[in-house]
């Protein structure tokens, strides 16, 4: 059986992001043999014939279903999808990505209300996590976005976001 075809079994049947260590591991081959067979499998997944992406986050790779085809699924999805994300919970998560590392105060000055629970919220969903706690009086966590939130979003780092320009100019329009 072809390698490509190994790596997609198991990226489908893991679910969650795999590191090429262990993909390599699990289907015990070299770093370059699994490299190339990725990189097959890539091209095979970027056919517009194909449903399904590899995205790559951090080093970990996974399957997930292409963008543009969310309409065609969409009814089923929203039987299954959890509750979207409320105003107050989109305004402190795009803070969050774009200033981070970032803390609640910084948050609360740019919203101009307090975001306890909102923080609390994003927290349990996975959105963002304290990545640690600053060296000042009261010791503050600092936040920051999490590969969740990458995956969620599609991107595949926080260079893929949006730039300032773009939100302008989408403003506008």
Known sequence: MELKAKVEALLFAWGDPITEKEMAEALK???????????ALKEDLSSDDRG??????????????KPELFEAISEFAKKTRTKSLSNAALET??????????????IEEI??????????????????????????????????????FLRKFGLSGLE???????????EKS
């Open 93 to 106: 998560l795009s803070i969050i990505a774009y200033k981070q590392p970032v803390l609640k105060s910084e």
């Open 111 to 148: 919203r101009g209300v307090r975001c306890d629970q909102v923080l609390k919220s994003l927290e349990r969903i996975d959105l963002i996590a304290v990545l640690g706690r600053m060296e000042i009086p009261g010791r503050p966590k600092v936040y920051g976005t999490t590969e969740t």
């Open 52 to 65: 399904l992406r590899l995205v790559c986050v951090n080093d970990s790779y996974q399957l997930s279903t």
């Open 160 to 170: 893929d976001l949006p730039k300032e320009e773009a939100i302008e100019e989408t």
């Open 29 to 39: 081959v070299t770093a370059l043999e699994l490299r190339h067979a990725i990189s």
